[in-house]
């Protein structure tokens, strides 16, 4: 099997590419600086998922995607200015699934965030009110842009919603929730987030659903 993962340079797109290359795929991303992508094994296609061009390119031979697109990096500020287009992942997402309709497969996971949408009555009333009042907004905003693309389309998708991403990664342990319904934990790492991604892939996991996620201990 061959899959793209689109956000590949982050910290969790490389984890995606990482373990799916140890389970045996290939592996394709995009990236404006390939030289910058230290994957061993991935092919890197020069370019950004803003561009069709690009897209159609990274995705050829491929059997499904994984996208970790994000525009915020909260390690940065809640409150900084925010340099590029408030609607990157929305505007990627339309490229993909029409890249995806093109040739003709049908199977994509993509990561946003529990609170996108309406999972935002699942965080607490604190984190709504800072992502109201931070630049996390825009963040969200783009999330839900690139959920509705999704649900609009024909394609077999799956929108995995995490809660507060960290960096533990020897817990690939995973609790999910589907409307609300299932108790999470306040924290998720990134390596089981990964893990869970590629798990719905292999096992056509949670098919036009929308589960939120959480380390189980």
Avoid at 96 to 119: C, K, P, Q, W
Avoid at 154 to 181: A, C, F, Y
Wanted: glycine fraction near 8%; charged fraction near 25%; include cysteine.
């Amino acid at each position: 099997m061959k899959i793209l993962v689109l956000g590949i340079s982050g910290r969790t797109g490389k984890l995606v590419a990482a373990e799916a290359l140890k389970r045996g795929y290939k592996v394709a991303g995009i990236a404006r600086n390939p030289e910058s992508v230290s994957i061993e094994g991935a092919e890197i296609i020069k370019g950004t998922p803003v561009d069709y061009d690009t897209v159609r390119k990274a995705i050829g031979g491929c059997d499904a995607v994984v996208s970790v697109l994000n525009t915020f990096n909260q390690s940065e500020g809640l409150f900084r200015k925010i340099n590029s287009p408030l609607n990157v992942m929305t505007v990627s997402m339309k490229n993909l699934v029409r890249a995806m309709n093109d040739i003709r497969i049908r199977r994509v996971v993509v990561m946003t965030a529990l609170g996108v949408g309406d999972s935002a009555k699942e965080v607490p009333a604190f984190f709504r009110f800072l992502v109201r009042i931070s630049n996390i907004k825009y963040a969200y905003m783009d999330h839900d842009g690139q959920e509705k693309v999704l649900e609009e389309s024909q394609l077999d998708w799956t929108v995995v919603r995490p809660v507060m991403l960290n960096d533990k990664s020897e817990n690939i342990s995973v609790l999910h929730n589907l409307k609300g319904v299932g108790k999470l934990k306040p924290a998720i790492s990134r390596n089981a987030v990964a893990n869970f991604m590629l798990d719905c892939i292999e096992k056509s996991l949670f098919v036009n659903q929308k589960p939120g996620i959480s380390n189980a201990w």
